[in-house]
């Protein structure tokens, strides 16, 4: 049994991006390519956000710039300003990591996965009993 929990948790813990909330996706850009050396992988646009993609692997970072200050993202700004928005952690399956995140005592804020950037499928559980950090279940779907 201890080797199943250990297998479990082994795999929920593989880091696949940090989203970083930014209000200007082009200010921002050339501080992530010159300064920290990430290089520019993309750009999807969503109804109320635009998002950069940056970096390979554990080191990717997805940029996300509001398209209107009303939006969750705007009033995260406004409250939190700049900086790391979530952690995005890819699992084999985000249903089942939603469900298994509920049995531990979490509060998920999606009960079911949605659609996610670059073709995946996400779902979010809640900062407030997730050691103050919201995070992301990402699954990587067939291109």
Not at 79 to 103: M, T
Request: hydrophobic share 40%; with cysteine.
């Amino acid at each position: 049994m201890r080797r199943r929990l250990l297998r479990r948790a082994t795999e929920v813990a593989v880091v696949h991006h940090v989203g970083w909330a930014v209000r200007s996706i082009d200010a921002t850009r050339p501080h992530f390519e010159s300064v920290l050396g990430l290089a520019f992988c993309g750009e999807e646009g969503f109804p109320d956000v635009r998002v950069a993609f940056f970096g390979a692997g554990a080191a990717s970072v997805e940029l996300l710039e509001p398209l209107d200050d009303k939006t969750e993202l705007g009033e995260y700004l406004a409250k939190h300003g700049e900086g790391i928005h979530h952690l995005a952690l890819q699992v084999d399956d985000v249903a089942e990591a939603l469900n298994e995140a509920r049995r531990r005592g979490l509060r998920v804020i999606d009960t079911a996965p949605k659609s996610g950037a670059r073709r995946t499928l996400i779902g979010y559980v809640d900062p407030e009993r997730a050691d103050g950090i919201l995070i992301q279940y990402v699954q990587p779907t067939l291109k």
